[in-house]
């Protein structure tokens, strides 16, 4: 299971740190992403971490946003700073084992003008 956290109400140019554990799954050799939906929109990629740590970042996120785990939490972190209104969304964060996806319950983010 998928357990996502610390979204909430921010004015712009706040900063926020969602928080997803992970459990019942071998966190250490999943590769972990977040996602995020907002109202009307499709879901799409925030962030990515590979089992080595590698990142990659959705289009113009990278700077803003930072995407790190600690395998011994089995948990993965989204860093977002300088949030802008059009950050505001469902965040989701996704895993993949055996072709199976697995996504937590998301947490909203608010960000306020």
């Known amino acids: 299971q998928l357990q996502a956290s610390g979204g909430g109400l921010v004015q712009t140019g706040g900063s926020l740190r969602l928080s997803c554990a992970v459990s019942?799954?071998?966190?250490?050799?999943?590769?972990m992403g977040w996602y995020r939906q907002g109202p009307g929109k499709q879901r799409d990629v925030v962030a990515h971490?590979?089992?080595?740590?590698?990142?990659n970042y959705g289009d113009s996120l990278k700077g803003r946003f930072t995407i790190s785990r600690d395998n011994t939490k089995n948990t993965v972190w989204l860093q977002m700073n300088s949030l802008k209104p059009e950050d505001s969304a469902v965040y989701y964060c996704?895993?993949?084992?055996?072709?199976?996806?697995?996504w937590g319950q998301g947490t909203l983010v608010t960000v306020s003008s």
């Open positions: 971490i590979t089992t080595n740590g590698t990142t």
């Open positions: 996704n895993t993949r084992l055996l072709g199976t996806q697995f």
């Open positions: 019942g799954i071998p966190f250490s050799i999943l590769d």
